[in-house]
C-alpha cells in the first residue's frame, strides 16, 4: 500500500444478503438537458420555510444557515459489521410534504422536456457544493465517500474515498484499489439518487439530504423512461406526477388491491422493455443511410411496438388515475374465471382447523363427514387456513371451517359453485382480514352458499362482501363491517337470511339495478344507512327485485331504507301521473303479519297475497312499525311505472310503437312485509335525487 494512502476496512457479506441500494434507480442523467423556458420562482427563504416549517420567522432568512440550533430530520443506524457512520432519515416522508416539494419548489409547471433542466435549478438553490459525507450504495457494494463538488445540469456529484476507507460488500474483491479504479473510470461523478447523506446533528446538511432524497423518490418512483417523449403541451406535474404520488401512497396504505398492484408493477416492466426494444429498433433505422427491405420490415416492427407501448400506456393510466382506478379493479375481478369441475368428477371436502383434538373429529365424522346417506366415500383435505382451502376448490367442493379465529392477509375470489359452512356457531368461527385494499370476499359463482360464520373487518376501504354474477346465499352469519357492507351487483343474485350485519360507514346493503336480492330475518343496524337501492332511470337497466320480510332495521345513522333516484323530466312525470292508477304489473305486498316460506310462492300465489293484504291495508290503520313497509313498496311501485314510461318514450322517439308490454314494462317486484324499523336518524324510509 502506498505512503499516504488510507488503510481500508472492508467486511464481505454472504450472496444471500440483500441491501438496500440503486435498483432501477438511473434516469440517464448523462443525457443532455432539455431547453425549457421559465424556472422555479420561490426564493430561498420560502422554500426553507415551507420545507422544515420553521416556527422563527427570523431563522428563514437564511436557507442553509450554519447557525441552526441543530437538525430537524432523524437518523438511521446502519446494519451490518462495518462501523458506517448514521445517516439521515428521509424516506418516511408524508405525501403532503412531497407534494408540496414537487408542485411548489421542483417542477413547478414544467413540461415533460423540462424536468431535468427544473430539476438542476432547484438543486443548485439548496444542495451544498461540498464538505458532506455520504454512502455510495449499489447492489454489489456500499461505500463511503465525500462530496467535493455537484454537477448540477447532470444530477451527479463528485466525489472521493472517504477516510478511512470503509466498504460493505458481497464479494471480496472491491478492495481499496478496486474502488479507486472504479471511481476513476467514473470520472469521480456518481448519480445523486445512490447517494445516502450522513447524519449531522448541526443541521447544516439538512436540506442537502432532503433534496437527494426527493431526486432518488422521483426517478424510483415517479419517472418512466418514456415521459420525455409525450408531448409538452400539458402539465407535467398534473398529468403524470400527482396522480402517481397518490399511487404510490395509496399502495403504502393498503388502499389498492393486491391484484392490481402486482398488475400494475408487471404492466411496468413489460413497458420498460418494450420500450428499450423500441428505442434500440429506432437507433438501427436513424443509423442508416439505406432504404432497404430490411429497413422497411424494421420500420413496420417499429410501428408495431409503438402500438403497443401507447396500449400499455394507456392501461397505467387507468390504473394511476384515481377516479379510473376503482372501474378498472371492479371489472378486474367480474373477469375471474372458474376451474371448473375436477377431470375425474370428484368432490373434495376441505376441513378448515388451525389444530384437531379427538373430540372435533368425532363430531365432525358424525355430523358432516359420514353422513348414513352418502353412498359414496368422500375425498378430505385438511388446512389451517380458510383461504388456502377456498383458493384449492372445484366446482360443487365443501369448506367446512372449524372454530377459531382465523386471520386473512388476501380476499376470498369465489368464481366456482361450492358451500362455505362454519362448524358451530357464527360466533365461535370468526374470520379477520387484513389490508384495505381489497374487498373481503368476491363472489361470482353461479350459486355460493356461505353460512355460519362471523365475517370481521379492520380498518377497511373496500366492502365486505360484493356479488358480481350469479347468486350467493348468505345464511346465519355475523357480519362485522367498516366501509360498505353487501354489495348486490346488476344481474347478481342475493339471498341473505338470518343474518345480522352492522358498522358499515356506508349502506348495510347496496343494491344495483337489474339484480334481485332476498332479505329475510335479518338485522341491520348501526351502518351510515341501513339498505341503499339505486336505481338509474336512464341506464337500460331493470331495477331491483326485492324481497325484504321480517327483517329489523334499527339504529342507523341516516335512513332505514333509501332509494337513490335521478330527478325525472316533467314529461315523464306527467305520463308517470295518467297511468300511476294502473298498478296492475306491479305487484306489492305489505303487510304487519308473518309469512312462512314467502321464497316458496309462484307468482300467482304471491299475487294473490299482494291483493288479499293490499285490501286489508286499505281497511286498516296502518301502524308506526308497518308505515315504513306501506311507504317503501309505494315509492318502489311509482318507480317502476316511471322507468317503463321513459323506456316506451324513447322507443316512441325511435319511431317503434308497438311493442311487448311484458317484455317492456320493467316492472319490479316488491315483496315488502313485516319488517320493523326503529330508531333510525333519518327515519325509516327516504328518496335521494340526483
Known amino acids: 500500500m502506498a505512503e499516504g494512502e488510507p488503510e481500508p476496512v472492508l467486511a ?174 467514473k470520472e469521480h461523478q456518481l448519480p445523486l439518487q445512490e447517494l445516502w447523506v450522513v447524519f449531522d446533528d448541526s443541521g447544516e446538511f439538512d436540506q442537502t439530504a432532503l433534496a437527494i432524497e426527493h431526486v432518488r423518490f422521483f426517478y424510483q418512483h415517479i419517472w418512466r423512461s418514456w415521459d420525455e417523449e409525450d408531448e409538452d403541451d400539458f402539465d407535467y406535474f398534473v398529468r403524470c406526477v400527482e396522480p402517481r404520488l397518490r399511487l404510490h401512497y395509496d399502495i403504502l396504505e393498503d388502499r389498492v388491491p393486491s391484484g392490481l398492484i402486482a398488475d400494475y408493477h408487471s404492466l411496468l416492466s413489460q413497458c420498460e422493455v418494450l420500450y428499450r426494444k423500441f428505442l434500440n429498433l429506432r437507433s438501427g433505422i436513424s443509423s442508416s443511410d439505406s432504404h432497404s427491405e430490411a429497413e422497411n420490415v424494421s420500420m413496420v416492427e417499429g410501428l408495431k411496438l409503438y402500438d403497443e407501448i401507447e396500449h400499455l400506456k394507456q392501461k397505467l393510466k387507468l390504473i394511476e388515475n384515481p377516479l379510473l382506478r376503482y372501474v378498472f379493479g371492479y371489472q378486474k375481478c367480474t373477469g375471474l374465471q372458474a376451474k371448473g369441475s375436477r377431470p375425474m368428477g370428484t368432490k373434495i371436502t376441505h376441513v378448515v382447523s388451525t389444530t384437531i383434538i379427538g373430540s372435533l373429529l368425532q363430531s365432525l365424522l358424525r355430523d358432516k363427514l359420514c353422513p348414513e346417506t352418502c353412498d359414496e366415500e368422500l375425498e378430505i383435505q385438511f388446512h389451517s387456513d380458510p383461504l388456502t382451502a377456498v383458493n384449492a376448490c372445484y366446482e360443487g367442493d365443501t369448506v367446512i371451517i372449524c372454530p377459531g379465529r382465523y386471520v386473512v392477509d388476501g380476499m376470498f375470489c369465489i368464481a366456482d359453485s361450492i358451500q362455505l359452512e362454519g362448524y358451530g356457531l357464527p360466533d365461535d368461527i370468526v374470520i379477520e382480514k387484513r389490508g384495505k385494499g381489497d374487498n373481503f370476499v368476491d363472489c361470482t359463482g353461479a350459486n355460493i352458499r356461505i353460512s355460519s360464520l362471523k365475517l370481521v373487518q379492520y380498518d377497511a376501504v373496500e366492502g365486505i362482501l360484493s356479488v358480481h354474477h350469479g347468486k350467493t346465499t348468505l345464511e346465519n352469519c355475523v357480519l362485522q363491517c367498516e366501509t360498505t357492507g353487501v354489495t348486490v351487483r346488476t344481474s347478481a343474485e342475493l339471498s341473505m337470511k338470518n343474518c345480522d350485519l352492522y ?188
Not at 317502476?640 to 317492456?664: A, P
Request: glycine letters at 8%; a negative charge; aromatic letters at 8%.
Open 503 to 690: 358498522g358499515a360507514k356506508g349502506a348495510g346493503v347496496e343494491i344495483y339495478p337489474g339484480s334481485t336480492c332476498t332479505l329475510l330475518g335479518n338485522g341491520i343496524h348501526h351502518c351510515k344507512e341501513g339498505i341503499l337501492i339505486k336505481d338509474f332511470l336512464d341506464e337500460h337497466y331493470d331495477i331491483p327485485r326485492i324481497t325484504m320480510v321480517n327483517n329489523v332495521i334499527h339504529n342507523n345513522e341516516g335512513y332505514g331504507v333509501v332509494l337513490v333516484k335521478p330527478t325525472v323530466s316533467s314529461d315523464v312525470k306527467d305520463v308517470a301521473a295518467r297511468n300511476s292508477e294502473d298498478l296492475g304489473n306491479i305487484q306489492t305486498i305489505q303487510s304487519n303479519g308473518k309469512m312462512d316460506n314467502v321464497e316458496d310462492l309462484g307468482c300467482e300465489e304471491l299475487h294473490e297475497c299482494a291483493t288479499d293484504e293490499l285490501e286489508l291495508c286499505e281497511r286498516a290503520e296502518i301502524s308506526e312499525q308497518s308505515e315504513g313497509n306501506y311507504e317503501i313498496a309505494n315509492e318502489l311501485a311509482a318507480t317502476s311505472v316511471k322507468k317503463s314510461q321513459m323506456h316506451k318514450k324513447r322507443l316512441s322517439e325511435l319511431g317503434i310503437t308497438e311493442t311487448d308490454d311484458n317484455l317492456m314494462s320493467q316492472e319490479m317486484f316488491v315483496s315488502i312485509l313485516g319488517n320493523q324499523f326503529k330508531r333510525n336518524g333519518k327515519g325509516s324510509f327516504g328518496t335521494f335525487l340526483f
Open 12 to 185: 464481505v457479506h454472504g450472496e444471500g444478503e440483500e441491501k438496500e441500494g440503486g435498483e432501477g434507480l438511473d434516469p440517464d442523467p448523462d443525457s443532455d438537458p432539455a431547453v425549457g423556458s421559465g424556472g422555479l420562482q420561490e426564493n430561498v427563504a420560502g422554500l426553507k420555510q415551507e420545507l422544515f416549517q420553521e416556527e422563527d420567522d427570523d431563522s428563514c432568512s437564511d436557507y442553509g444557515s450554519r447557525e441552526k440550533s441543530g437538525s430537524i430530520l432523524g437518523r438511521i443506524v446502519p446494519d451490518g459489521n462495518v462501523l458506517f457512520p448514521d445517516t439521515f432519515q428521509t424516506n418516511h416522508l408524508l405525501f403532503y410534504e412531497r407534494f408540496k416539494a414537487y408542485q411548489d419548489y421542483i417542477l413547478a409547471d414544467c413540461k415533460p422536456s423540462e424536468v431535468k433542466e427544473f430539476t438542476a435549478e432547484y438543486l443548485e438553490k439548496v444542495l451544498e457544493p461540498s464538505g458532506w459525507q455520504a454512502i455510495w450504495r449499489t447492489n454489489v457494494f456500499e461505500v463511503l465517500v465525500e462530496a467535493v463538488d455537484v454537477e448540477y445540469s447532470a444530477l451527479k456529484a463528485v466525489v472521493r474515498l472517504s477516510e478511512p476507507f470503509l466498504c460493505d460488500s458481497h464479494v471480496s474483491t472491491f478492495t481499496l484499489e478496486c474502488m479507486q479504479e472504479l471511481l476513476e473510470l
